[in-house]
């Protein structure tokens, strides 16, 4: 991996992305950037083309035009798992959990996904190690049994950040983790993302923490714990910068119209 | 030119009846949500109905018409929408299982009530013919089907289009709930559409079964021509469903011009089916299921909850996770290891050819617990299994040598023949899924029946071919009781591998590519390569088994592997408890007892009892399983002892059987799911 090779540049990176459906124009010409070590936002309007974006970045939906380079890598003929496995990962704005299995399970078939050779039996100790190692960071053993299907949203997204990190990832694409979330389950989400980013939540000096991107509509949480934002409205960059120029940014407030005074 | 307009004309009048069942296909898919597997069983089932009125009672046709469409064709509509309606929003699954059930049960109830004679049901339109032109003649049957069929598919585009009940319909079906709030009864809609759909398969029924014969499994099969045309109108367009028909109708028919014998005739006969698997593979992710976002799961996880404190719990997933699957299958394997001991000991006890039934249920237990496999854990649904079964034996028959000298060789090549077909009935899969792959699966059942097995070379034609009992290294399985045991050990081992795979990461893997494929794909899971997998391998282990199958039988015929004994295995999986081994069990178990030497006057319940509890377990994937459970458990808790009476405590309130009922439910059928 490049990694390895001392890569220097962003982790992620989108340059001219354009994504049509039919007459439909999702994504126009969307670039942006994910440095290592930091947590960038994605923000704008409903339908402004944030989710089609983390699509065409996991190699979900292919895009009409654009280019997705990861680590130094072209990978926009990657398939998702190839790209899953390469350190891309991603949480989903409606969860997808593996709702009939138990929530250890569902970060053990992470793992098991994501390093070769696993579903056949190796590495069975890094496995334990890792697995438990996020369910403690996450906080996921009071609920290690229950299967995941019947969990609250706030402790889905949990699952689904474990899972997430169960790949050790080099960036990290979370799809609107504080939606359903109360404040409290808000705040320790923060925490634990702000921990995640700080040391990877492991104690592996040798895996590097995973870069951010974020899809998030909670303006208090983004102003948290972003360090720059992009913001789409159909399908358009309309402004990026830090959280403060965005929230100065004319543009932004009037695509957000009645939502200008949350930010 | 004009030696084709016979063949055009024939073409139009049968693609004109497929193109009023295509219809109520889409009728029923677009309002309800429920592809009607059923359909071909319901016009046949009219069809047997009218025959019984006019026919056989004597009534005149102004007389069993009205009978037939006002009374028995809507009583039926809404005994299908109460059958349905509680199952709004269910899985793709549980609706295929249900109709597959309902086509069982109505294929199983006509012979009860009708009896079995051969019969013919008289056209309702006079044979006679009229000169066309100069050299060509139209029968008034057909000129008249054809205006009948035009008129009533132009009716119901009329009705759709531009009254009150089309609107509504569209409303319903775009927004249910919505629909609801401004007025619109859902109820109303859906029934209608029941009723009309089963009006124009009674249609159907009485419009094709002169020509084609009062046959259940006949009429049954025909009506699946009209499925690639509904497909054509991506389940949704009643005029390309129609025109798709008609269209269909003639290429057949043109074919057939030409096809007197040989595979040119096996390719026309199966040309609907091909253009059926064509249509699904080539239409592919531009095909949407009616309200596919808003499936709920067919059972609600509930459980248990965690136990023990967070230390307790931490410490317990080490153990597991450095023994592995070891300390959990311990007690179900010693079960398991037990009840195959005992198995073992059967033929002291039945020593007679009755070993042969049993021996029949074990091969066919494994072959049902590839599609437990496949289609229980790895959620593919497949309605082509047997057509691997057909592969094994047939293979065995030709490569086990006069002996049975070669029987494993025949085996191995029997699996590398299944391997590749595997792939091929899986592919689908790649871009379809639920009820798109249920109907792939079919045509590729169809496929297999009418242009492989029905080539003489392969099978022997209608006379079959004989399979010699197995010579393994010298050792002859000749006898009842070698041959069962070498079966149970078969079964034995393949049951323990799956069991232990289960457990393991493999199992893990099936597990969330059937709960959440795109998650499981973005987190490094090769979608293709695992389904693909799953398919080829489930369909050489039904092949192995099929090589028992025929040298169990000694000849087998094309008529052992028709596309409906795919149909059968799946009921018989779900009945038994599609997500267990046990279930597998089961299903061969069900299938050894309608071998027995029962008289045909009780015999011929057993399907139909078989298709009822199908139809009532579809929502269980644990089946006759769960529902034993269930109830040994509720029998159980009114057995225990009442707690002991503190002293003076009057007031204390008593142990009924409610909660513990609530607890054994609660352990959810997906926890306890490691089956055996």
Redesign the interface.
């Known amino acids: 991996m490049a990694s390895e090779t001392g890569w220097e540049g962003p982790v992620l990176r989108a340059a001219d992305v354009t994504m049509r459906f039919g007459g439909l124009v999702a994504l126009d010409d969307v670039s942006l950037e994910v440095p290592a070590g930091r947590i960038v936002g994605l923000i704008g309007p409903n339908g402004a083309g944030k989710t089609t974006m983390f699509n065409v970045l ?3 939906q292919v895009p009409t035009r654009g280019r997705i380079d990861y680590l130094g890598d072209n990978i926009s003929r990657w ?7 390469a350190g ?3 949480t ?1 704005q409606r969860l ?6 138990s929530v ?2 569902n970060l ?3 793992w ?4 070769p050779g ?4 190796r590495n ?2 890094k ?2 190690e890792r ?2 190692e996020v ?1 403690g960071l996450l906080d996921l ?7 995941a ?2 969990l609250s949203t706030g402790k889905g997204r949990m699952v689904e950040l474990g ?2 990190l169960c ?1 050790d990832p080099r960036v990290l694409l979370l799809d609107e983790p504080g939606s359903g979330l109360d404040a409290i389950e808000t705040a320790a989400f923060s925490a634990v993302l702000q921990a995640v980013v700080s040391d990877g939540g492991d104690r592996h000096p040798e895996v590097a923490p995973p870069a951010v991107l974020m899809v998030e509509h909670d303006m208090a949480l983004v102003m948290d714990v972003c360090s720059s934002l992009t913001v789409l409205d159909f399908g358009r960059v309309i402004a990026r910068g830090t959280p403060s120029q965005v929230r100065a940014d004319a543009n932004v407030r009037a695509a957000y119209l009645g939502d200008a005074s949350a930010v | 030119m004009s030696q084709y307009w016979p063949f055009i004309v024939i073409g139009l009048f049968t693609g004109s009846i497929y193109g009023l069942a295509a219809m109520g296909v889409v009728l029923t898919y677009k309002t309800v949500g429920v592809f009607n597997f059923a359909y071909g069983a319901i016009a046949m089932f009219c069809a047997f109905t009218y025959w019984q009125l006019h026919d056989s009672w004597g009534l005149s046709a102004w007389v069993a018409m009205p009978i037939l469409f006002l009374v028995v064709a809507p009583l039926l509509g809404v005994a299908l929408e109460a059958l349905y309606r509680p199952l709004a929003g269910l899985s793709a699954e549980v609706l295929i299982v249900v109709s597959v059930g309902v086509l069982a049960a109505l294929g199983a109830v006509v012979p009860i009530i009708y009896g079995k004679q051969d019969r013919t049901l008289q056209p309702i339109f006079p044979t006679s013919t009229f000169a066309l032109g100069s050299h060509f003649h139209v029968g008034y049957d057909q000129l008249g089907t054809l205006v009948i069929s035009l008129a009533v598919a132009a009716l119901l585009w009329a009705l759709l289009r531009h009254t009150r009940f089309g609107t509504s319909t569209r409303a319903a079906v775009d927004n249910p709930d919505l629909a609801d709030m401004v007025g619109v009864h859902g109820d109303n809609v859906r029934r209608s559409a029941w009723i009309l759909s089963t009006m124009f398969a009674a249609l159907v029924g009485i419009l094709i079964s002169p020509t084609q014969g009062l046959d259940v499994n006949q009429l049954v099969l025909v009506v699946i021509y009209a499925f690639a045309p509904a497909v054509f109108g991506r389940l949704v367009s009643l005029p390309l469903a129609y025109i798709g028909a008609l269209v269909l109708g003639v290429v057949v028919s043109l074919l057939s011009k030409y096809a007197n014998s040989g595979t040119v005739a096996n390719v026309e006969a199966a040309l609907p089916y091909l253009a059926l698997f064509a249509l699904l593979v080539i239409m592919g992710g531009r095909l949407k299921e009616a309200g596919a976002s808003s499936r709920r ?1 067919s059972v609600s ?3 248990g ?3 023990g404190g ?2 307790a ?2 410490a317990r ?2 153990a597991v ?2 023994l ?1 699957w070891r300390l959990r299958l311990e007690r179900k394997l010693t079960v398991g290891l037990v009840g195959f001991a005992l198995a073992l000991f059967i033929p002291l006890a039945v020593p007679g050819p009755r070993l042969i039934d049993i021996t029949f249920a074990v091969v066919y237990a494994l072959i049902a617990l590839t599609l437990v496999v496949l289609t229980g854990w790895a959620g593919q649904i497949s309605l082509a299994q047997f057509a691997f079964v057909g592969v094994g034996a047939f293979t065995a028959g030709h490569l086990s040598g006069s002996h049975g000298q070669h029987f494993l060789l025949a085996a191995v090549v029997a699996m590398a023949f299944a391997a590749p077909l595997g792939i091929l009935v899986g592919l689908p899969s790649l871009r379809l899924s639920g009820l798109y792959l249920a109907l792939a699966t079919l045509a590729f059942a169809l496929i297999m029946d009418n242009v492989v097995f029905n080539r003489g070379d392969v099978s022997g034609g209608l006379t079959g071919i004989t399979v010699p009992r197995p010579k393994i290294f010298g050792l002859s399985f000749t006898g009842r009781a070698s041959l069962y045991e070498l079966a149970l050990v078969v079964l034995g081992v393949v049951a323990v591998a799956a069991y232990a795979i289960r457990l ?3 199992g ?2 099936l ?2 590519v ?3 494929p ?10 293709t390569v695992t389904k693909l997998v799953v398919f080829a391998v489930c369909g050489m282990v039904a092949a192995l088994g099929g090589t028992f199958y025929g040298a169990l039988q000694q000849a087998v015929t094309p008529f052992d592997f028709m596309w409906s004994t795919s149909l059968t295995l799946l009921l018989l999986v779900v009945l038994g408890g599609r997500s267990l081994i046990s279930g597998a069990l089961i299903a061969g178990a069900v299938y050894g007892v309608e071998q027995l030497p029962i008289p045909a006057s009780v015999n011929q319940y057993f399907p139909l009892a078989i298709a009822l509890g199908v139809i009532a377990l579809a929502q269980e994937p644990e089946g006759t399983v769960a529902l034993a459970r269930r109830e040994a458990r509720r029998v159980m808790s009114v057995l225990r002892p009442l707690p002991r009476r503190s002293v003076g405590g009057g007031h204390q309130i008593p142990v009924t059987a409610g909660p513990d009922v609530a607890i054994a439910a609660g352990r ?1 059928p ?2 306890s ?1 490691h089956g055996l």
């Open positions: 996991t190699g979900l398939p998702p798992h190839r790209r899953g496995r891309i990962a991603r989903f997808a959990l593996f709702s009939r299995l250890h399970d053990v078939a992470s098991e996904s994501s390093h696993a579903v056949l039996g069975r100790a496995r334990i697995v438990a369910m053993w009071p609920v290690a049994d229950r299967m299907g019947e899972r997430a790949t | 799961l996880t509930r459980s909850g965690g136990s967070a230390g719990v931490r997933h080490w996770g450095v592995g393991g990461p493999i893990r893997r597990q969330i059937r709960d959440s795109l998650a499981a794909s973005t987190l490094g899971v090769n979608l959810s997906m926890r799911g």
